[in-house]
């Protein structure tokens, strides 16, 4: 999904409040946000397509999941328990007619409500309900039973229209509401801003926990308080006398980016985190110009002390 024009049409634009609120009336506190199948090119530019867009009531901006599948998987966690009975989704990019049709739409959909952080672990939700969007580019609403106390929220892509043109999956905006009313979340601007730290974050927690297996079968890699990595290559025949691909040496997290030091130059990672609970692996697919054939998976083997 590229080039985001800024011409609106087709579609009336409620301009909401960015700022913080200080009336009395509801509002949403975002703890946390992510997409679990990944951000479109957030290893290269960090909060460009962040999930945070989708509360920012600007068509120009956009949600973009990176899995190029129909797997988009959001999970927002709510500082406060927020009362709720619906929810409002502005599927795709909704900018214009054109661009709407280049990328994935969202078709069938489920949403799942939790009431604690432990229903969540525990996968027990409160209300879970499944949707068929329609493929058109304005907000389309999914009610609840009845009104919740929510604590977490999930939405889940199962299937999409396919765009002409792209295969990331986009969705515009999405409003919580009860009663009838909208419910704004709090301060969206700060919340950008705290999503690209969030992501820093993740990385430096991935690397912190230390003890890594190469791709399974290629060895383990040991990563040091000061970003250098060592290696403990399995030999098995003759086979591992010559490695497939060469290995990176040295790691930093920088502006939210992560950087990597290989055959001696220190280069941009092009990378996917996994964000599931627990996150224990990394797919590597290019540092600086060194490209992967495959991308390398580095997956956490256990806590170093």
Known sequence: MKNILVTVTGIAILIGTLTPLKSNEPYIEIEDIYDTRGVLEEWQYPGKYSPVNIFDNDVNTVHAENSEGYHMLLEIKFKQPVECDAIQVLGGVATNKDIYQKNNRPKDVVVYVYDTDE?????????????????????????????????????????VYK???YNDTCITELKFFNKGKEIPVNDVEKLKKDYVKWVGER??????????????????????????????????????????????????????RLYM??????????????????????????????????????RIMKETP
Not at 132 to 137: A, G, H, S
């Open 119 to 159: 229903s969540f672990l525990k996968d027990k939700a409160l209300f879970e309900k499944e949707v068929q969007l329609k493929d058109v580019m304005e907000y389309q609403k999914i009610t609840f039973e009845k009104t919740y106390s929510i604590k977490r929220f999930t939405f889940q892509g199962l299937a």
């Open 163 to 165: 765009g002409s043109k």
């Open 203 to 256: 990385l430096k927690k991935f690397f912190a926990m230390g003890k890594f297996e190469v791709d399974d079968w290629l060895g383990e890699a040991y990563v040091q308080k000061n970003g250098g990595i060592r290696y403990k290559i399995y030999r098995i025949g003759e086979m591992n006398k010559v490695l497939p691909y060469a290995l990176p040496t040295k790691y930093e997290v920088k502006d939210s």
């Open 261 to 298: 030091t290989i055959e001696g130059k220190r280069g941009l990672v092009n990378y996917f985190l996994c964000n599931f609970l627990p996150c224990n692996y990394m797919l590597i697919v290019s540092i600086g110009e060194y490209k992967y054939k495959e991308p390398v998976r580095w």
